[in-house]
């Protein structure tokens, strides 16, 4: 970055590169981070990228996210990087990988799904068709599930 | 497991072998022979929303088969007084060794299938899948036609509610048939149909008008055009006038050809059609008394001997 860094290193933690521009908020929702939580979160919203055009970036401090945690990123924010940073210095890289199924990430939009009844206890389940580009859709009543709508509907 | 859901629980050898069981179990369906190869056993009717036909031909074929018969209805019980799906399908497990479930929801066979051990018979789940109905039309298209690969397949009428031709629309491209499916484009097939179709290599053509199809047609498949489905009757009225058939309609058709009707019909095909050589949707509706028994006994392991006596 040939700029100067808008937030500085952190010590341990992650940081979750190549967010696209905008959705930095929704990861942290997806990831369900506690913002209420003692863990100092920064956040770089729309700066420019060479990848993306414009990205977004988030440091989360003293907290190692799980490749499990990870992969639910994969939704929204296929492209993103991860690095673990132990002592200022990046210990591990992570890809995040979109699974086959989605288990109570998000619920399903259409009105007439049996999973619309918010009292009936079973998970809800989306199945990802196709990857590239991404289709999901939902397990139960087979609805195609748009993006925009998954996202509005994450758990 | 013995579930069916969508047609995908079912592979081509297994629709093959079904419909073969099916075609021994006639007799029985009939009342002729008396074979009690469920006895013993309790089918669990789960109709969540109204059925004539598949509630009742389920019915008759677990009792020809000399099972007994739940029937669930949902007017007046706990699912008035609010219970989940869950809850009922868990306590209709303990009652029963199989269920079919009808219900307005969509998905909630499938729902129901990972809720419970029991295998499930999908009757019917809001506007999406219906594959004991498709096992029956197989069935009765196979009894005139003795094959599927390379049949012409008219599919008509609304094509996006009619849970009835999602399921088999599906069945029929993966056994080697074409379809020409006849509907208003508010009424054609939804989206994500449509591209399974493709992808699975399906000849399907899409049209809007209906005659010009009907001599060609080894099969043609009608289906009812729902009132509410339109904002304004004057646009119901000029697309249900449209897929009209008379009996003078089908003077140019091939000889051979089936017209069929997953019935209720309202004034899609005239009466003057009945008497007509293309007239099977009264045969199609008995069928699916041996489609169902075949389908039971699957779901319950019975093997279906060879000669049935």
Redesign the interface.
């Known amino acids: 970055m040939t700029e100067m860094r808008r937030v500085t290193a952190i010590k341990n933690g992650t940081v979750i590169d190549h967010i696209p521009s905008g959705h930095a908020l929704q990861v942290i929702r997806m990831l369900k981070i506690d913002v209420a939580s003692a863990t100092p979160v920064s956040l770089v919203m729309n700066v420019p990228s060479d990848k993306l055009g414009r990205k977004d970036v988030l440091k989360i401090e003293d907290r190692e996210l799980s490749q499990e945690e990870l992969d639910r990123l994969a939704l929204i924010s296929p492209e993103a990087s991860i690095a673990i940073i132990r002592n200022y210095a990046v210990a591990e890289k992570m890809m995040v990988e979109l699974a086959d199924y989605l288990e109570n990430i998000a619920s399903c939009s259409f009105t007439n799904c049996i999973t619309m009844n918010d009292r009936e206890p079973l998970p809800q389940r989306l199945i990802v068709v196709s990857k590239d580009p991404i289709e999901v859709r939902c397990y139960y009543c087979g609805k195609g599930q748009e993006m925009e709508d998954l996202i509005e509907n994450l758990l | 497991m013995g579930d069916v859901v969508?047609m995908d629980d079912l592979s081509d050898d297994e629709i093959i072998s079904i419909l073969d069981e099916a075609e021994r179990l006639i007799p029985v369906a009939k009342g002729e022979v008396y074979a009690p190869l469920l006895e013993g056993k309790v089918l669990a009717n789960m109709f969540f929303e109204n059925s004539t036909r598949t509630r009742m031909s389920f019915e008759a074929a677990m009792k020809r088969l000399g099972g007994s018969v739940l029937n669930f209805s949902s007017v007046g019980t706990s699912i008035a007084k609010?219970e989940?799906?869950?809850d009922t399908m868990k306590m209709i497990e303990g009652y029963a060794d199989i269920a079919a479930i009808r219900?307005?929801?969509?998905?909630?066979a499938?729902?129901s299938a990972?809720?419970v051990e029991i295998p499930i018979l999908n009757a019917g789940?809001?506007?999406?899948?219906h594959p004991t109905q498709t096992m029956l039309d197989l069935f009765t298209i196979r009894q005139a036609h003795r094959k599927f690969e390379g049949l012409n397949v008219v599919l008509v009428g609304d094509l996006r509610y009619g849970r009835t031709v999602h399921s088999l629309s599906h069945a029929l491209v993966r056994l080697g048939a074409r379809l020409t499916l006849v509907s208003p484009e508010v009424l054609s097939m939804p989206?994500?149909i449509a591209s399974d179709l493709r992808v699975k290599g399906g000849e399907v053509t899409e049209v809007e008008t209906l005659y010009d199809q009907l001599e060609d047609a080894d099969v043609v498949y009608m289906t009812r055009i729902q009132k509410e489905r339109f904002p304004d009757e004057e646009e119901y009225n000029r697309v249900a006038g449209v897929y009209r058939i008379t009996a003078a309609d089908l003077n140019g058709s091939k000889k051979g050809m089936i017209l069929m009707h997953p019935l209720p019909r309202v004034d899609e095909i005239d009466s003057s059609v009945d008497s007509t050589a293309a007239a099977t949707y009264f045969e199609q509706a008995f069928n699916g008394v041996p489609t169902r028994m075949a389908l039971l006994c699957r779901g319950l392991g019975v093997n279906i001997p060879e000669k049935v006596k």
């Open positions: 969508t609010g989940t799906l869950y219900h307005p929801r969509q998905g909630a499938q729902y990972d809720a789940d809001g506007a999406g899948n989206e994500e």
